[in-house]
């Protein structure tokens, strides 16, 4: 008796995918209890259809297929489908790089698919319908929910092939199994209860390998490529949650993995392979391939071409280009996709939960013959997605860069091998990748990880830095540090995940996931996100919302007219990153991998899967009326991204050696790659100095309209857009920059920094800027700024001795003089002058120069015809610190401006007593600059310069030629015993003042308050005279100057 309803559930399955198969021979084998099946052809088409991706299988085939079905122990013991050898091969279907075929051409592809969707349905019908007019009784089936939730699936050895020009990857898995499980998520033969309406399954995989090789014109692979992922094994746990007992569909679906250790390895000759299997991955995403074309969305048998269909709730705020927005076409969305089928990646894996949870199938089927009941049955499943959250969780995941190199055997017969050497190695702890969904309205992905580091292993380019023989430190190998240890942070990146037993499904409770956009952003907030991580957090939010009432009406097509009055849908979409405090170090070593990982990158012919389609504007423009220009001005769906890095500390060391002339003209696009090898010996320098920059935080914001096409072509066709509409046709960035300091410091031989000498105190600056979507729509409006930028300063300080600034320099020449192998040496004595001993008191201190400006202000327009650039600067300093008396260190200033010099002419102007001007003080130097874009017609309109200049007072002072003139030398014991060099004082003492005054009638100095330069700064002072005193009494006098400029 069960044997008649069970038969036929396994048959539908094995015949719908497998070729030439009887089905008198395969019912008798499975009344027998076993069957196995040998050399089996996979019916290619059928998969295509299933996958609705844009792959072609080019052969499919199984070595050996065993069913297992316990007739007398059905009750109790699992159904188990055993497939030995596996084998697919697929490809990008033909021209789907190429402009996607007309109209007419989809209108014949859907009509053949659909005559072969009709011829495989009614065998399976045929197969079913003895068995299913009537329901079975209660209890069979009851029984048979239990079967088909138990069934066992078995895959050994799994073979996926997928090639695309010279590219040839393949995945292997050895074995493969999926089981039910019980609460422990041990192994049981488990079934869904009033009580416990949950069923969980386990899935595990082991030893699963990833090759990626390169093969000749031939199709042959020479040489194989060290695999990508070598043996790793990883399990899933899913968790389905029912609504009652009768629910086809769960209504939560859970499915998370976790991989203990996971142990990437690329080449250099696998990178640009590597990077073109992402950018297919991209170009699927966003449906830039296997879509349809541009106009082709107004007709539904088009648009039933779409083999990427909708991701749920991401794909149609991607899809910019590929069809109008909810926002301007209402609700004509919904009705497409009610007509026809669900054509979305999510749908197509929704698709195989009923075949695992349920056994329902048959009875869609039925359904499908009758529209009607299919119309219900899909707004049904409209009204109520199920929830699904899909995570990855990696504890260690390892990536290792690779330079490969041809190795011949000894024999000249024998073939060349591949040798391979390690060169970079990225470690990453804590990794996790979440997603959830319910159907379009609402889908999030985070993704964080604990920590991360990266590291430099053995030689690069011939240059033998971090062989074993250089015994050096980790320390030193390790060039990137960011987060924190797993160790220390503990198993946070696993919170409520199924492998975190205080999950509420590991503790029989339901979860409770937010679905709501306000919530959602109270709750994921960056510093929830930092404090689970560490290292690095992003949180991507789309939500759609369907607000009824209000404007419902005016939401429309603008390419068809059509009025919709089902409500405005409006779209959301944030993107959040942080990442945490990072410490980069860039020294010769670090430098020449992340280039020659650059150089390896750009080794390759591929053509891109979809080039940047040029700006046309539509000549077919819809003139809006001010209803539907109110209505569109309630809400704009924008994409809003926001980038923040926090406590970045940032080295750049002396170059130890500088090949970059081999590596940047490949980079410049210039020359073509060569593998160049250094012979000479590397030399590691100690100590070896470094300026250091730390920043405290980096925000960078970012927006643009989520269908920027469709609205420039809208709101530059209106007479007279609003303020409103034109700022959202702008992609608006904002880029500040808090505490950024720079500094020089030292790494010796024990692998320890000296004290920083700070060179720029810490400061804060602001950026601006905005640029016009689509400029060629705006042809006709030449007031229309196409680019905007705004920059903001309020102050900035840069401070250093003569010493410092020569080190300085010979940071930069090391990396500047390409060609030298090795760097050039540092002056002892310099690096003892400018980093001195902690206690050690210097005996002859250097002058130190400190200049600073204020306010800084400048900002950038240009239209279509002009550029405009304007900028304002508050105040100048420059001024001296100087030994003075006593020990102390005084003030002397040099240049300042704005300073009062109207009567600069008279000697009212040297004896008066000078106070601090106003705050309020015009600035010190204002200019705008306009320019024609096109400089052949500046005949006819011409270029504009004004400048306004206060003014500005310089002196002249003995102190900075002692400055300029500093050499380092060697310090010698009758060095040390010479008369140190005098300083100028700044302040004369009482007994030559008055001589000085009659002799040059110059002025004594008002008395300080504070000799701090930041103080000194801060308030416009007017220019000191200084009186120079050496043993011969020269008197130098002061110059000051004003510079008006009139235009």
């Not at 924190?484 to 409770?509: C, I, Q």
């Not at 105190?761 to 905005?770: C, D, E, H, N, W």
């Not at 102190?959 to 040390?976: E, M």
Request: a negative charge; glycine letters at 4%.
């Amino acid at each position: 008796m069960l044997e008649s309803y069970v038969t036929p559930i396994l048959m539908s399955y094995v015949n719908r995918y497998i070729k030439n198969l009887k089905p008198s021979d395969l019912q008798l084998s499975l009344w027998g209890g076993d069957v196995v099946l040998s050399k089996l052809e996979l019916k290619l088409d059928v998969l295509e259809q299933e996958l609705k991706l844009p792959f072609t299988f080019l052969s499919g085939h199984i070595h050996e297929l065993r069913i297992h079905v316990p007739w007398t122990k059905l009750g109790s013991e699992p159904v188990v489908i055993t497939i030995n050898t596996m084998e697919c091969i697929l490809k990008l279907k033909d021209g789907i790089q190429d402009d996607h075929e007309s109209c007419g051409s989809n209108s014949t592809n859907r009509s053949t698919t659909e005559n072969t969707k009709s011829s495989v349905k009614p065998r399976r019908i045929q197969q079913a319908a003895p068995t299913d007019p009537d329901l079975p009784p209660g209890y069979v089936q009851s029984l048979i929910r239990r079967v088909v939730n138990n069934v066992n699936i078995v895959i050994n050895n799994l073979i996926l092939k997928y090639v695309e020009d010279d590219i040839v990857l393949s995945v292997n898995i050895t074995s493969a199994e999926c089981y039910t499980v019980g609460e422990l998520w041990d192994r049981a033969f488990m079934d869904i209860s009033a009580t416990d309406l949950v069923l969980r399954k386990v899935i595990n995989f082991s030893d699963c390998t990833v090759c990626l090789d390169k093969r000749n014109a031939s199709g042959k692979i020479e040489f194989y490529q060290d695999p990508l992922l070598y043996k790793c094994s990883f399990r899933t746990r899913l968790h389905f949650t029912y609504d009652n007992l009768n629910s086809k569909m769960p209504s939560v679906i859970k499915i998370h993995t976790l991989v203990e250790s996971l142990k990437l390895s690329i080449t250099d000759q696998q990178l640009p392979m590597f990077i073109r299997i992402m950018q297919l991955g991209i170009a699927l995403y966003y449906g830039e391939i296997g879509n349809f074309k541009d106009g082709e969305t107004e007709d539904p048998t088009c648009h039933s071409k779409d083999m990427l269909g909708n991701i749920t709730g991401v794909e149609d705020e991607t899809r910019i280009d590929m069809q109008y927005p909810a926002q301007y076409k209402g609700q004509e969305l919904y009705s497409q996709q009610e007509d026809e089928q669900p054509q979305g990646w999510v749908s197509w894996a929704w698709s195989f939960v009923p075949a695992i949870v349920s056994y329902d199938d048959n009875e869609e089927d039925f359904l499908g013959n009758d529209p009607t009941s299919a119309m219900h049955q899909q707004k049904a499943q409209t009204l109520k997605d199920p929830i699904v959250s899909i995570g990855f969780y990696c504890t260690k995941a390892t990536v290792t860069f690779k330079l490969t190199e041809m190795q011949a055997e000894s024999s000249y017969y024998s073939p060349q091998k591949v040798k391979s050497k390690e060169v970079l190695c990225w470690e990453q702890e804590g990794t996790t990748v979440e997603a959830l969904m319910m159907g379009e309205p609402f889908f999030d992905c985070q993704i964080g990880f604990v920590g991360c580091r990266a590291m430099c292993l053995k030689g690069i380019m011939g240059v033998k830095d971090f062989e074993e023989n250089m015994n050096r430190s980790e320390t030193e190998a390790c060039f990137f540090i960011c987060g924190e240890n797993l160790s220390m942070k503990g198993l946070t990146y696993l919170t409520n995940s199924l492998f975190d037993y205080r999950s509420p499904e590991n503790n029989g409770t339901r979860a409770e996931f937010i679905l709501d956009a306000a919530h959602h952003k109270e709750t994921y907030t960056e510093i929830a996100g930092m404090q689970r991580f560490g290292a690095f957090y992003m949180d991507y939010l789309y939500t759609m919302e369907n607000i009824s009432g209000k404007g419902s009406a005016n939401q429309q097509d603008f390419s068809s007219g059509k009025s919709e009055d089902m409500g405005v849908v409006q779209e959301k979409s944030t993107k959040s990153l942080v990442i945490g405090p990072v410490d980069f170090r860039l020294d010769s070593s670090a430098v020449h991998r992340i280039l020659k990982m650059i150089v390896c990158a750009l080794e390759h012919e591929y053509e891109p899967y979809s080039g940047l389609k040029p700006d046309i504007k539509d000549e077919n423009e819809t003139t809006l009326n001010p209803e539907e220009v109110a209505s569109l001005e309630e809400y704009i769906p924008t994409r809003h991204t926001s980038i923040t890095l926090l406590k970045c500390t940032c080295t750049i060391f002396m170059a130890e050696f500088n090949l970059l002339d081999h590596l940047l003209p490949v980079i410049m696009g210039e020359k073509n790659s060569s593998n160049f090898m250094n012979t000479t010996n590397f030399q590691s320098l100690r100590p070896l100095p470094s300026i250091q920059i730390l920043v405290d935080k980096i925000n960078l914001e970012h927006s643009v309209p989520m269908y920027a096409e469709q609205l420039v072509h809208v709101v530059s066709n209106l007479t007279q857009p609003s303020d409103n509409l034109l700022h959202y046709c702008y992609a608006h960035c904002y880029l500040k920059i808090f505490g950024f300091q720079a500094g020089l410091t030292s790494l010796d031989c024990r692998g320890s920094y000296c004290l920083p000498v700070p060179i720029i105190p810490s400061f804060s600056t602001a950026l601006y800027v905005k640029l016009l979507k689509l400029p060629t729509c705006w042809t006709k409006r030449s007031q229309i700024a196409i680019t905007e930028g705004i920059f903001e300063l309020p102050n900035l300080t840069i401070q250093a001795t003569r010493a410092q600034t020569l080190l300085l320099q010979a940071i930069y020449q090391s990396w500047s003089h390409i060609g030298n192998v090795n760097s050039l040496s540092v002056n002892e004595a310099l690096m003892n002058e400018v980093f001195q001993t902690i206690g050690v008191k210097s005996k002859n201190p250097l002058p130190t120069l400190e200049g600073s400006i204020q306010n800084v202000e400048l900002k950038y327009c240009s239209t279509s015809l002009v550029k405009c650039a304007s900028g304002t600067m508050g105040s100048i300093k420059i001024c001296a610190k100087a030994p003075g008396d006593s020990g102390k260190e005084k003030l002397i200033p040099l240049l300042q401006g704005p300073s009062d010099t109207k009567d600069l002419h008279s000697s009212k102007w040297l004896n008066e007593s000078r106070k601090p001007e106003s705050l309020l003080a015009p600035d010190l130097i204002a200019f705008t600059v306009q320019v024609p874009q096109y400089m052949d017609y500046c005949h006819n309109s011409g270029a504009v310069l004004l400048c306004s200049v206060q003014g500005l007072a310089v002196n002249i002072d003995p102190v900075l030629y002692t400055w300029l003139i500093y050499q380092p030398q060697k310090r010698t014991s009758r060095h040390t015993q010479q008369q140190p060099v005098v300083a100028v004082p700044l302040v004369v003492p009482i007994s030559r003042r008055k001589e000085d005054e009659v002799s040059v009638g110059s002025a004594p100095l008002a008395k300080q308050q504070s000799y701090q330069a930041s103080e000194y700064a801060s308030s416009p002072i007017k220019t000191k005279t200084i009186t120079a005193q050496s043993h011969r009494m020269k008197i130098v006098k002061n110059f000051t100057s004003e510079l008006p400029i009139r235009i």
